[in-house]
């Protein structure tokens, strides 16, 4: 089964300056994709952004990017800019690319990590 | 256009009673998923439906169903709840079950369970 671990607990970060978050996962498949998700305290979960693992550039969205190490199954996010509006709790997520199978569609969350962004 | 929408926003039980949320994916997206998030935790996969059928199921006991209708609205019922069930509830609506689809979440349902 796959495992998605984030080892920060809780980060801050100085606005305007740059933060990066953790993701390490486990996976014997060769096709999947990676997620950032952020949870904000009104709780809607909003997708941040994507990678595919068959893609080797490094996917960026705004002032968010990943570092994506296929090999060492690393998938960390970098903020940069950091902006008051980007407190709130991050989850890293996989999904494997395989068709079929009870945990088709499965999103696997790492457990999290807050935020906070100081004025 | 609307986002994903849930009912209720807050809900209390007590053990041994049953319980249905309710979850209206974004127009045009034919797939819903059922997460349960447990306060401090990332979200736990419940089920995903697609077209009215099971698609994929997590690792949780068959006191949780779940069902799709025609319009693509979903309901998840838990039956003789526990206190161990309080948790927020999340749904997610994607176009299709391929996995690069990408899930788009509600704000959830908050259950508690006394």
């Known amino acids: 089964a796959q495992t998605v671990t984030q080892s920060q607990p809780e980060m801050s970060v100085q606005e305007a300056e740059t933060v990066t978050l953790s993701c390490t996962y486990d996976?014997?498949?060769?096709?999947?994709?990676l997620f950032w998700y952020k949870q904000p305290p009104s709780r809607q979960m909003i997708l941040v952004i994507r990678?595919?693992?068959?893609?080797?550039q490094n996917a960026t969205e705004n002032r968010f990017s990943v570092n994506f190490q296929k090999a060492a199954k690393s998938f960390s996010l970098k903020i940069s800019d950091s902006q008051l509006g980007d407190a709130a709790m991050y989850f890293c997520?996989?999904?494997?690319?395989?068709?079929?199978?009870?945990?088709?569609?499965?999103?696997?969350f790492g457990q999290g990590t807050i935020l906070t962004v100081h004025p | 256009d609307a986002g994903v929408t849930q009912s209720p926003t807050h809900l209390i039980k007590t053990r041994g009673q049953q319980v249905t949320l309710r979850c209206s994916p974004i127009s045009g997206h034919k797939s819903v998923s059922w997460y349960q998030q447990v306060l401090g935790q990332g979200p736990q996969f419940i089920f995903q439906y697609y077209e009215k059928e099971e698609r994929g199921r997590g690792n949780f006991p068959d006191r949780f169903s779940a069902r799709q209708f025609p319009n693509y609205s979903s309901e998840l019922n838990v039956n003789a709840l526990l206190l161990g069930d309080s948790a927020l509830y999340l749904c997610?609506?994607?176009?299709?079950?391929?996995?690069?689809?990408?899930?788009?979440f509600g704000p959830g349902t908050r259950l508690l369970v006394l």
């Open positions: 996976t014997s498949e060769s096709d999947y994709y």
């Open positions: 990678q595919e693992a068959y893609k080797q």
């Open positions: 997520a996989y999904r494997s690319g395989r068709a079929g199978g009870t945990s088709y569609g499965k999103l696997t």
């Open positions: 997610a609506s994607s176009l299709a079950t391929v996995s690069q689809e990408t899930q788009y």
